[in-house]
């Protein structure tokens, strides 16, 4: 899927590990040393209990297909409809994404099916995990 | 506070709702304003409390000539009006201020005078959304309804037929964008806007405005108008982000602030004769009667098949035709405000025989924001 530059992701001071890690091939979530909660988006402190005791973790990159629509009005720089997805990863935060290596339909597409993390390089700097049916291939 | 202190005196919508392209934005609010002040024998003179939303207070005190003493810019999308019902009612008890006007006008159809807004590509929606090809509401507010879908059983002819069912309260309205009867497979052979999701099952996208004036429940007396009472109310946020919402069947904001206003307001369910849910897409209604606790958790799609919330139902819902088929010019929750108040004051094209308890209920955002407002034409 091509991508429009004005949908590239700006690296703030507090997600920029997640950026650099993706471009090594790697997902990265927080996990608060205090309550030992696991979250994604990034932020220097704990959602949950707002403690700044917070380390980044290295995820499997193992997920289920958790929720999805598969947008057919394309913007110009698309081809073909395409699935807008949630994935809920194997240590719980949920995150958007794309869902790569099967075709774009319902029949494809089946709620809970396991999937595994690959990175699509977009910039030098920019690398978007997405998530293809699992192989056994993630961490 | 003490539900009933405060009361709607004046309300109207603008002119003319749907393809509007001769007024600009700001014209909008103004067209909705002038109308619902001389609905109620006020000029701009007379207010002294402000609140809007899409355009800074600021911009409106001046293009209308209203000194204010209150103001409220809230802005957290489509249900901003609902908050402003909510603050401009603990505003005007508190003695900030006594005369409030709340206006909305958006040319959502015809982009005038008006601006497009963009995600920022820095927040964490536009770092870890944006890039995934989300493309406005159709491919953010729909993402969570397959999760929603195989939790609970609701099939797609359920999802379709809400849109049915509103379209049948649309026919009764003759200010209506849509019309005419659709049926169950009409639906489900419209186009696919983004899959499970079909184009008669998202809003419509048109031009409008409406407003709202509000003052104490002792003035309301002295107003031509049947005054529509501030019985309870509640608001609640929860994220920017669709992917990060807590619960993919349920709405945490939706729960706050529906929770909040009927026990401010000190009523039961079954008290409530008509219902407001603001629906920018058909499963809307769904999450809202049950997150605001009409139906049990999963019920909502079988209870609008069985025809509770269509005329001649138990529980009459969006009666208008909501943003399905009434209109949606992007931030709705004004013209769910505004039947709310039609039905009881009496005036509705489809009135509900005898209603004295609405609630009316928002979202702001996808499922981000929330406003509930409980309203009745009885004095506590």
Redesign the interface.
């Known amino acids: 899927m091509s991508i429009n530059p004005k949908t590239l992701p700006r690296p703030t001071p507090e997600t920029r590990h997640f950026w650099e890690g993706a471009r090594r091939g790697e997902l990265l979530l927080q996990q608060c040393e205090s309550c030992a909660k696991v979250y994604f988006p990034p932020r220097p402190f704990c959602p949950e209990c707002a403690s700044r005791n917070v380390r980044v973790i290295r995820a499997s990159g193992r997920a289920i297909l958790y929720s999805y629509v598969i947008n057919h009005r394309l913007p110009k720089w698309i081809d073909a409809p395409y699935a807008i997805a949630v994935v809920e990863l194997e240590e719980g935060p949920r995150m958007m994404t794309n869902i790569v290596d099967t075709p774009q339909t319902p029949e494809a597409l089946v709620l809970d099916m396991p999937l595994e993390v690959v990175f699509e390089p977009v910039t030098a700097d920019i690398s978007l995990p997405k998530f293809r049916p699992a192989r056994g291939g993630a961490r | 506070m003490k539900p009933g202190s405060v009361a709607i005196v004046g309300a109207a919508e603008s002119t003319q709702l749907g393809l509007v392209p001769q007024l600009s934005q700001i014209q909008l609010h103004a067209d909705a304003a002038l109308n619902a002040l001389a609905d109620c024998g006020l000029t701009p003179k007379d207010i002294d409390g402000l609140a809007c939303a899409a355009e800074w207070p600021t911009e409106l005190a001046h293009y209308l000539g209203i000194t204010p003493t209150w103001v409220d810019g809230t802005m957290v999308g489509g249900c901003s009006f609902w908050l402003h019902v909510r603050h401009a009612s603990a505003a005007i008890a508190a003695g900030l201020c006594s005369t409030v006007l709340i206006t909305h006008g958006e040319s959502g159809r015809s982009w005038v005078g008006t601006q497009a807004t963009?995600i920022n590509?820095?927040s964490?929606a536009?770092?870890?959304?944006?890039?995934?090809?989300?493309?406005g509401a159709?491919?953010?507010f729909?993402?969570?309804?397959?999760?929603y879908m195989?939790e609970y059983g609701l099939t797609h002819e359920q999802l379709a037929n809400v849109a049915v069912v509103q379209r049948q309260w649309a026919a009764r309205n003759p200010r209506a964008s849509q019309r005419d009867p659709i049926t169950v497979e009409d639906v489900l052979n419209s186009?696919?806007?983004?899959?499970?999701?079909h184009i008669l099952e998202c809003c419509l996208v048109t031009d409008g405005g409406g407003a709202l004036v509000l003052t104490s429940a002792e003035r309301a007396a002295d107003f031509p108008t049947r005054p529509v009472y501030v019985l309870g109310t509640g608001e609640s946020v929860e994220t920017p982000?669709?992917?990060?919402m807590q619960d993919?069947t349920s709405s945490r904001a939706f729960r706050v602030s529906g929770a909040k206003a009927f026990a401010e307001a000190g009523l039961r369910h079954a008290d409530v004769d008509h219902l407001m849910l603001y629906d920018a897409f058909a499963h809307l209604p769904i999450y809202g009667l049950e997150d605001l606790g009409f139906v049990g958790k999963g019920e909502a799609g079988a209870f609008i098949w069985e025809g509770h919330t269509a005329p001649g139902g138990k529980l009459p819902v969006n009666t208008n035709g909501g943003g399905l088929s009434y209109m949606h010019s992007g931030m709705y929750g004004m013209y769910a405000l505004q039947e709310s108040v039609r039905q009881l004051r009496g005036t509705a094209p489809a009135q509900v025989p005898g209603a004295e308890i609405s609630v009316c209920h928002g979202v702001g955002g996808m499922f981000g924001a929330s406003g509930t407002v409980v309203l009745g034409n009885q004095r506590p």
């Open positions: 963009s590509q820095s964490l536009g770092q870890f959304e944006l890039p995934y090809g989300v493309l159709p491919t953010m729909t993402v969570p309804v397959l999760r195989k186009r696919i806007i983004a899959w499970p999701f982000m669709i992917s990060q993919f």
